[in-house]
């Protein structure tokens, strides 16, 4: 299955909000309407004129509308007889209005009417051509002093082409070849080639949360950290060129529409997240499998309005939309040069991180997890990431180490890649070792030939080999000219190096044990560095000198009582101003903002609801 990191306080109640919707779907069937509104109703006897054209055919998202209707809300289609699935009772098979978007040219901007007409979209793709009905929102009048309104179905029919979703038209023009694994593998290489990353949208106001730079673990396992920027943007709008093309596959997305054309081309197929790696499927029929998936090429940049490259107007004078002309506008827009609005005043970057944390240090993250940086050995200069639009950047690989199943400080950090307390060597038997100050060879080896030998003691990751039950220093550093573990054993063999050095970069499984990797497992980290988003990043932080305190009791007494929920109260109505110190007990939730929820929680903690707080 792929691991999605959950955070803490994610759950969501989706039944409870599917009989909410469902519910607000029949209550707004039939709405009532005041009959001293009566007579501003307009008159539900009007017969208006529709003419619905595929924007992109054959693929069954965008359309266009002509229509003398004035309101684009009062009316829809639905496509009743569809072989798509049925996904929802709210929005099954209908075609209504589309977004707002950026890039066409809107006539009226409140009604989004252009072009005597309106955009219009099948946002589940569920429609397959044929025919399909019109729907009315009317104005009933009942007697009385009581007025309705409701959806109608017209008796009109109107008819559209044949029309296909993006997966289907992926098989019918790509799935080449007999068989399954023929028509999956020629359908993954087409993705390879026309799949991007994402879509380009504006760039909207640039704004800034009341929080530092901050260090979080990324959302997927296979990843390591990303600096969070404290800047956002605020009244950004979509591009059609964007939503047009049906091929803007991120790492979610990739793989996930491998898996539908999986399935659809041979049911009794089956497929699983890789483990590890959240951008791939292994796909398994008739006893064979493979591993599809991936992410698109070029992610979309965020461009200023006077940077459109295409008004779309979806007139007789506007150059049709083609799946070519659609990718070719999105490669144009990632040629476009934006200038960096993101202030830097205060930024946090790798480079720092890595300066700060010397030849290893505790970091405290985002949300309160704990991690272990250390250098790579590096020169400070090698920092592989990927840049956010807003001015964050996840980490990759460099000269910065970090630790993923290592045994660190006497301490386990786990696939998260974070502290996991209470681990004994018992429980991670075979997780990597990391080593302050070990003694390993420098040997510049090129093209068969020792250039050169030194030694150095620096901070080491050691691998665990299950072949040999060993342990073995990785590359020393990475991408250098020195030679690794498995040159090093090489010369050994042949005799041409000295023992020592292959016993340098080895650990054993009796010396890992002696090591005692797991003494301090109990023990939260005392020291190290702040990348919270709540000081300044990198500022240095203390555990033993740091005053105790009890989550909850936030006059300091000793005891948890019903007066410290109403501390919380007084602050948050700015009745009173809690000290630091009084802040931390009565964060109780642990989200770092003092809030009603904390004082809560302490009520429900004193009413035995909860066993504990924090």
């Known amino acids: 299955m792929m691991k999605k990191r959950q955070r803490k306080g994610a759950g969501i109640m989706k039944k409870t909000l599917s009989l909410i919707t469902v519910a607000a779907v029949v209550f707004m069937s039939l709405v009532f309407v005041p009959a001293s509104h009566a007579e501003e109703l307009p008159d539900s006897t009007k017969q208006y004129s529709y003419e619905i054209t595929p924007i992109m055919e054959p693929f069954n998202n965008f359309f266009f509308v002509k229509t003398d209707n004035p309101d684009p809300e009062s009316f829809c289609f639905i496509d009743e007889d569809s072989r798509y699935e049925n996904k929802g009772a709210n929005d099954s098979r209908t075609i209504n209005r589309a977004p707002r978007f950026a890039d066409v040219a809107y006539d009226d901007e409140e009604t989004l009417r252009l072009s005597g007409g309106y955009l219009f979209r099948a946002p589940n793709r569920d429609v397959d051509g044929g025919n399909i009905v019109l729907k009315e929102y009317k104005y009933v009048k009942r007697e009385g002093w009581r007025s309705f309104m409701q959806w109608t179905t017209s008796p009109d029919v109107y008819t559209l082409p044949p029309l296909v979703d993006d997966f289907d038209y992926l098989i019918e023009t790509y799935g080449e070849g007999e068989g399954f694994w023929s028509k999956m593998n020629a359908i993954q290489n087409t993705l390879r080639e026309t799949a991007l990353y994402s879509g380009p949208s504006t760039r909207g106001k640039v704004m800034r949360r009341d929080r530092e730079w901050m260090i979080s673990v ?150 309160g997890d704990y991690t272990y940086f250390y250098d790579c050995i590096g020169d400070g200069t090698n920092f592989k990431k990927s840049d956010f639009d807003n001015g964050g950047s996840l980490y990759w690989w460099g000269d910065l180490g970090y630790c993923r199943d290592t045994w660190a400080d006497g301490r386990y950090i786990g696939e998260w890649c974070v502290l996991k307390p209470g681990a004994t060597f018992a429980d991670y038997p075979n997780g990597n070792v990391l080593v302050k100050n070990a003694t390993i060879p420098l040997i510049t080896y090129q ?122 109260q007084e602050h948050v109505a700015e009745r009173i101003i809690l000290t630091d110190e009084q802040k931390k007990a009565a964060d109780t939730n642990g989200d770092g903002v003092i809030d009603i929820n904390d004082a809560t929680l302490i009520q429900k903690y004193i009413a035995e609801l909860i066993d504990s707080l924090g």
């Open 218 to 367: 990324a959302g997927y396992i296979d990843q390591s950290f990303s600096i969070q920027s404290p800047y956002y943007r605020s009244d950004a709008l979509p591009l059609f060129a964007s939503w047009a093309y049906p091929y803007c596959l991120d790492s979610i997305a990739f793989p996930s529409t491998m898996a539908i054309i999986s399935q659809r081309l041979e049911p009794t197929s089956t497929y699983e997240w890789m483990e590890g790696g959240h951008a791939y499927i292994s796909v398994t029929f008739d006893g064979q499998t493979g591993v599809y998936g991936g992410a698109g090429s070029i992610k979309g940049k965020k461009v200023n309005d006077s940077q459109i490259l295409r008004k779309f107007t979806f007139d007789s004078d506007d150059a049709p939309v083609t799946l070519e002309s659609a990718y070719k506008l999105l490669i144009d827009y990632s040629k476009v040069e934006t200038e960096d609005d993101i202030p830097r005043d205060d930024e946090l970057t790798w480079k720092q991180v890595y300066d700060t944390v010397g030849d290893g240090a505790w970091a405290r993250l985002y949300d």
């Open 447 to 568: 093209r068969g030939s020792i250039r050169g030998i030194a030694e150095t003691t620096a901070t080491v990751l050691y691998l665990y080999d299950s072949e040999t039950d060993e342990w073995h220093a990785a590359s020393i550093p990475a991408n250098s000219q020195y030679a690794v573990y498995g040159s090093i054993r090489t010369l050994v063999k042949q005799g041409r190096l000295d023992q020592k050095y292959l016993d340098m970069v080895t650990l054993t499984r009796a010396q890992v044990e002696a090591m005692q990797v797991d003494s301090q497992t109990n023990v939260v980290p005392q020291n190290g560095f702040v990348y919270d988003g709540k000081l300044v990043p990198g500022t240095p932080f203390d555990a033993s000198a740091e005053p105790a305190f009890i989550k909850g009791d936030v006059n300091g007494d000793g005891t948890v009582e019903i007066c410290d929920a109403t501390m919380i």
